[in-house]
């Protein structure tokens, strides 16, 4: 089965401050991942997936596959970065997500 | 860019009744999904869809539940008969073809009932 933990439910911080929101999974085989965010009153979408190794809009995830994580950072949060972020995980031949639970981060001026 | 549009934003119904969740995926889309949020917990999977016929469901997806695709461009959650816990947000999504191909959300329907 896999499964996508989101320890934090909520994570506060000042802006200019760096941002970790964490992401650990479970799952037996080669995952893809991604983070998904939802910004106030709109709707779900791709921020970023593992396998693009992509910056977007600061943000960095690597697949630690030894921590079994994809941790999501940026170095300085601005206040626009507050939002709903979900990890999501594809396993095998599946290509139906499963979602992690959500970390809010709130940044603050 | 091409959205998911979903309506109504929001329903209210009232326990027992039967509610019509609508989707409409971006047009050159195959594969259709319902998700789930009850306020405060995580998006959960329901039901994908693909080449007109459900491809997998979770155990959410009970028999009080239904989807079709009546046309070539609408995709429909339907609840047959619904109960107070069904109260939640329902999230349509899309992708096209490829495992790497992201899910494309609609804004969401709220349904409470009461």
């Known amino acids: 089965a896999q499964r996508v933990t989101q320890p934090e439910k909520l994570l506060s911080v000042f802006k200019g401050a760096p941002v970790e929101l964490k992401c650990n999974y479970s799952?037996?085989?080669?995952?893809?991942l991604f983070w998904y965010v939802q910004y106030s009153r709109q709707r779900l979408q791709l921020l970023l997936r593992?396998?693009s190794r992509e910056s977007i809009k600061g943000f960095t995830a690597d697949l630690n596959k030894g921590e079994t994580s994809f941790h999501l950072k940026k170095p300085f949060a601005q206040e626009e970065d507050s939002a709903m972020y979900y990890c999501a995980l594809k396993g095998g031949g599946s290509y139906i997500p499963t979602f992690g639970r959500g970390t809010s981060l709130i940044v603050h001026p | 860019e091409p959205e998911v549009t979903q309506t109504p934003s929001h329903q209210v119904t009232q326990m027992g009744q039967e509610v019509i969740l609508r989707c409409v995926p971006i047009?050159?889309?195959?594969?259709f999904y319902w998700y789930r949020q009850i306020l405060g917990q995580k998006v959960e999977f329901l039901v994908s869809f693909y080449n007109n016929e459900i491809s997998e469901k979770s155990e959410i997806f009970d028999d009080q539940f239904s989807v079709e695709r009546p046309d070539g461009s609408n995709f429909t959650l339907k609840i047959r008969s619904t109960k107070l816990e069904d109260s939640a947000m329902y999230f349509c999504?899309?992708?096209?073809?490829?495992?790497?191909?992201?899910?494309?959300f609609g804004n969401g329907t709220r349904l409470t009932v009461t």
């Open positions: 999504a899309s992708s096209g073809t490829g495992n790497n191909s992201p899910l494309h």
């Open positions: 799952y037996s085989g080669s995952p893809e």
């Open positions: 593992h396998i």
């Open positions: 047009s050159n889309h195959l594969y």
